[in-house]
């Protein structure tokens, strides 16, 4: 099957995926972007798999306040500083803070376990997945504190 450019432009666009990616998701699904997306998402989740046991030891402290009622800092650990300067590595950190504050998880582990707020078809979990399939880094959510006005 030939595969057209502007359909790994598009699909580069959509996913931030690798050329080679785009270009080898697009021919296993047979042009189907549809089909190419989920393809990359899985073999992002692959790639997740294999980096899991690796040390994190560089990351960012995102802040975030709602309305001044409602405070989140969240802990996001990676591998090294380069890719914790990253875009895709800090919206990561912002997106757990806001769901820390919209739906209040108690533990890391219930935090990644949540359906993520933005995108209920996909977990917590799966997202952080998807940034490490992107970046090819180790992330972790460290630690993280919630803080409500009122709550004692």
């Known amino acids: 099957m030939d595969i057209k450019l502007t359909d790994i432009k598009l699909l580069r666009e959509q996913t931030g995926a690798g050329i080679a990616d785009c270009k080898e ?24 798999s294999s980096k899991v046991e690796r040390e994190v030891k560089a990351g960012i402290v995102d802040v975030y306040s709602h309305g001044g009622r409602v405070g989140v800092l969240v ?24 769901q820390i504050a ?8 219930d935090l990644l376990s949540q ?21 090819g880094e180790n992330i972790q959510v460290g630690r993280f504190e919630r803080i409500a006005l009122g709550d004692v």
């Not at 998701?25 to 997740?48: F, H, I, P, Q, R």
């Open 25 to 48: 998701a697009l021919k296993e699904s047979d042009g189907d972007l549809v089909k190419a997306k989920e393809w990359l998402k899985k073999k992002g989740l692959d790639k997740a």
């Open 75 to 98: 802990e996001v650990l990676c591998e090294t500083d380069f890719v914790a300067r990253t875009d895709d590595f800090k919206n990561l950190a912002h997106e757990l803070s806001l």
């Open 102 to 109: 919209s739906m209040n998880p108690q533990s890391v582990e």
């Open 115 to 135: 359906e993520y707020v933005r995108d209920n078809s996909q977990t917590v979990d799966q997202l952080i997945k998807s940034v490490v399939g992107k970046v």
